[in-house]
C-alpha cells in the first residue's frame, strides 16, 4: 500500500493526440494528475467520467427542451416560473449547479440577462459548461453597467422602451432565460421548436429566431 | 476581499467576442484540470465557497494573465498543500512522500454521475424568519471585509428593492473558511441603472443581485 514501490512510475504519456512540445502548464497538469493517482486521492475512472458528462451528455439541448416545453404547455410554463428546480427536474435534469433553479421570462417590454461578475456561475444541467466569453473579464464587468453594449456586440439591439433586467448570480441560484417564442412558429411541434433554441438566447444574448427570418 | 474578481462594472476589457463553434473544452490538458478539481472536491476538506475564495486570492497579476482552468488548477493545489493532502516536496518531485499513508478517492467513476445528478444544494431546511420582506426597500452595506463575500462592490451603499424571497441559504462569508454556515435567508435585490451607474446607460434598466440577510440595512431609519 505504500507509494514506495510505485517510485518507479513512468509519467510520461504521449498519447494525448497533441504531437507539439507541451507546454509547462500541460506538464504541470500531467504531473499532478499522477501524483494525485499515486497517492490515492483521484480514481483515473472518476476523471473519465466528469469530462464524459459535461463534453457529451449535459449541454444546451437540455435547457432547449424545457424552453420548448414552456412554449407548448401553459401548465407547464407556469410551474416552470413558480418552481424553477421542480419544473426541470421532471425532465430529470438535476443536480451539480443547478440545485437551484430561477428561470425568468423574456416578453415585448422585458428582456433578462444572466452574467455572474464575481466568478462564473452558471446553471451546468440546462446548459452545460459556460462559454469562454461567459467567464471573460470582458463580459462579467460590463454586463451590469452596459448591457445594452454587450447585447450589440452579439448583435442584438434592443429599444430603448424595452427594460433590460440584468442579473448577477452572485448567490447559488442559477438562472436560466425563457426567450420568447419567434413569431411564425406557431405550426411547429415541440421537438422543432427546441431544435430553435439555442445556448445564448437561454442566458439573454441572443433572441431566438426561425431560419431564414430576419432578425 | 476587494479583488479583481469583482468584476462588476469596470472597463477597459473591450468588447465581448464570442468564439464560433466553440468546443466545451479547448485543450486536453484542460478537459483534466477541470476533472481533477472536481474529483478532489468530495475529500471535503474544502467547501465551494472555500475553492471560490482560492481562485480569489490568486494574485492579481495571475487572474488576469492565466486561463480559466489553470486558475481552478492552482486555487486547488493551493488547498491542498493548505489542508495537507499534498506536501509542497510531493509537488516539487512529483512522487507521493512514502511516509504518508495511501489515500483513497473519494469520488469512484461509477459514484461520478450520480453524484452530479444529485448535486448539493446550499439551500437550508431551516426555520428561520426573514428580516426583509418582497417589496421593501433596502441598502446592501457598505462594507469592505478581508475574507471571502458575496456581495459585489458595485451594490455596496446601494439602495435597492427586494424582488424575490429565496429562501434560507449557507452563507459564504463564513463557510468559504469553514467557520459555520450561518443559514438565512437570500433575496434578489433590485437595484435601478441609475443608482448604481449614475445615470450612465438607461434609466429603464436594472440589475438584480442575489444578497444575503446580513449583507442588507433597512432604509429610512
Redesign the interface.
Known amino acids: 500500500m505504500a507509494g514506495h514501490d510505485d517510485h518507479g512510475h513512468d509519467h510520461d504519456t504521449h498519447d494525448d493526440g497533441h504531437d507539439h512540445i507541451p507546454s509547462e502548464v500541460v506538464l504541470r497538469v500531467k504531473a499532478l494528475e499522477s501524483l494525485l493517482i499515486e497517492k490515492g486521492l483521484v480514481d483515473p475512472a472518476a476523471l473519465d467520467a466528469l469530462i464524459d458528462t459535461y463534453e457529451n451528455r449535459i449541454g444546451p439541448r437540455n435547457g432547449a427542451a424545457v424552453v420548448a416545453r414552456a412554449w407548448t404547455d401553459p401548465a407547464y410554463r407556469e410551474r416552470l416560473l413558480a418552481d424553477g428546480s421542480a419544473a426541470i427536474a421532471e425532465f430529470g435534469y438535476t443536480g451539480r449547479q443547478g440545485e437551484d433553479m430561477v428561470v425568468v421570462e423574456n416578453s415585448a417590454t422585458v428582456h433578462n440577462l444572466v452574467v455572474c461578475t464575481l466568478c462564473s456561475c452558471y446553471p451546468w444541467p440546462v446548459l452545460g459548461l459556460p462559454p469562454a466569453w461567459y467567464k471573460s473579464q470582458a463580459y462579467r464587468s460590463r454586463a451590469v453597467i452596459d448591457p445594452r453594449g454587450v447585447l450589440a456586440d452579439f448583435g442584438l439591439v434592443l429599444d430603448d422602451d424595452v427594460e433590460i433586467r440584468v442579473w448577477d448570480s452572485t448567490a447559488e441560484l442559477r438562472y436560466l432565460v425563457l426567450p420568447e417564442r419567434p413569431a411564425g412558429s406557431e405550426h411547429l411541434d415541440e421537438a422543432a421548436l427546441a431544435a430553435l433554441v439555442g445556448r445564448d438566447a437561454m442566458i439573454g444574448v441572443a433572441k431566438v429566431s426561425l431560419p431564414g427570418a430576419g432578425a | 476581499m476587494n479583488g479583481l ?15 464560433r463553434d ?1 468546443p ?6 484542460e ?6 478539481v ?3 472536491a468530495p ?1 471535503g476538506k474544502w467547501t465551494l465557497d472555500g475553492a ?1 475564495f482560492a ?1 480569489e486570492k490568486l494574485s492579481p497579476a495571475d487572474q ?1 494573465n492565466k ?2 482552468y ?1 486558475r481552478w ?1 492552482e486555487a486547488c ?1 493551493d488547498l491542498m498543500l493548505e489542508t495537507g ?2 506536501s509542497r516536496h ?2 516539487e518531485t ?5 511516509a ?14 450520480p ?9 437550508v431546511d431551516a426555520d428561520i424568519a426573514p428580516r426583509f420582506a418582497v417589496g421593501q426597500r433596502v441598502r446592501a452595506r457598505n462594507t469592505h471585509p478581508t475574507g471571502h463575500t ?3 462592490r ?1 451594490a455596496r451603499g446601494r439602495e435597492g428593492v427586494v424582488s ?1 424571497d ?1 429562501g434560507v ?2 452563507l459564504p462569508d463564513t463557510n468559504a473558511v469553514m467557520a459555520g454556515q450561518s443559514p438565512q435567508h ?1 433575496y ?1 435585490v ?1 437595484f435601478s441603472a441609475n443608482e ?2 449614475g445615470g ?3 434609466a ?9 440577510d446580513e449583507y442588507l440595512e433597512p432604509v429610512g431609519d
Open positions: 474578481h469583482d468584476m462588476g462594472g469596470m472597463d477597459g476589457f473591450g468588447p465581448v467576442v464570442p468564439e466553440e466545451i473544452f479547448h485543450a486536453e490538458w478537459r483534466r484540470a477541470f476533472a481533477l472536481l474529483a478532489m475529500h471560490r481562485r488576469l486561463t480559466y489553470e488548477l493545489v493532502l499534498l510531493e509537488i512529483g512522487k507521493p512522500d512514502p504518508l499513508p495511501r489515500a483513497t478517492p473519494a469520488l469512484t467513476g461509477e459514484a461520478v454521475l453524484a452530479l445528478m444529485r448535486g448539493s444544494s446550499a439551500r458575496r456581495l459585489p458595485y424575490i429565496h441559504f449557507i437570500v434578489a433590485r448604481l451607474w450612465r446607460g438607461n429603464r434598466d436594472c440589475v438584480l443581485v442575489d444578497l444575503w
